[in-house]
């Protein structure tokens, strides 16, 4: 297996705009999670799937945010519209049991 | 106060040495604790993992230990390569949490020198 694969690896973009991040879990899987990883916070959960169902989004920040897992085998975290202080490298795991597979991550610039 | 503290911060040690990596944790009762490395630009990557009742795990140059009664666990890395540059970070999952309750902590961000 390929691995946890996010898209794109980098996104810039200007404040207001929208942002749709991507991922693909392992095959088999059935806990997707994002998080986001800032050098001031470390890596902040926002919200996690079980099954393609979301479980709990309680660290999704504000109504900005939102995410969707379709199907098994993709998930998108959107933000719209985006601010500067979004700027994160944003991370996307899976799992089957206790250990969590991540991802490379997206490197968001707001400018 | 953080639930998961990690020291020190940063650490810069020559590449063949062998250094310790601390992780102090407040969080119980506790279901795991990991260690995860995080390559510059990449995702965390597990290294080990322990129950509360295990109090040591290695992976090849890399051994954990936990002491549940000082709430502690460690990192050693032995014969440092250029390569274990990277951030180390410990994370606790309490007992009675789910997947959401992992408690991560900042980090000590190593640098292996030639």
């Known amino acids: 297996d390929a691995g946890v694969i996010q898209s794109p690896r980098h996104e810039v973009t200007e404040m207001g705009q929208e942002v749709t991040l991507r991922c693909k879990p392992i095959?088999?899987?059935?806990?997707l999670f994002w998080y986001r990883q800032t050098m001031m916070r470390g890596l902040e959960l926002l919200i996690y799937f079980n099954n393609n169902v979301p479980i709990d989004d309680s660290g999704m920040p504000e109504d900005r945010f939102s995410a969707k897992m379709p199907n098994a085998s993709f998930s998108t975290l959107k933000i719209q519209p985006s601010e500067p202080r979004d700027s994160a490298v944003y991370f996307c795991?899976?799992?089957?049991?206790?250990?969590?597979?991540f991802g490379q991550g997206t490197r968001l610039t707001v400018v | 106060k953080n639930q998961v503290e990690q020291s020190p911060q940063s650490l810069i040690i020559l590449e063949g040495k062998n250094c310790t990596l601390q992780c102090n944790y407040t969080v119980s009762p506790f279901s795991n604790l990991r260690w995860y490395k995080q390559d510059t630009g990449r995702g965390p990557v597990s290294l080990t993992i322990?129950?509360?009742?295990?109090n040591t795990k290695s992976n090849g140059r890399y051994t954990a230990t936990l002491d549940a009664d000082t709430k502690q666990s460690s990192l050693h890395i032995t014969a440092s390569q250029l390569s274990d540059s990277a951030s180390y970070i410990c994370?606790?999952?309490?007992?009675?949490?789910?997947?959401?309750?992992?408690?991560f902590g900042a980090g000590t961000r190593l640098a292996v020198h030639p």
């Open positions: 994370v606790v999952t309490p007992f009675s949490g789910g997947y959401n309750k992992l408690i």
């Open positions: 322990m129950t509360f009742s295990e």
């Open positions: 795991a899976s799992s089957r049991n206790t250990e969590a597979f």
């Open positions: 095959s088999g899987h059935d806990y």
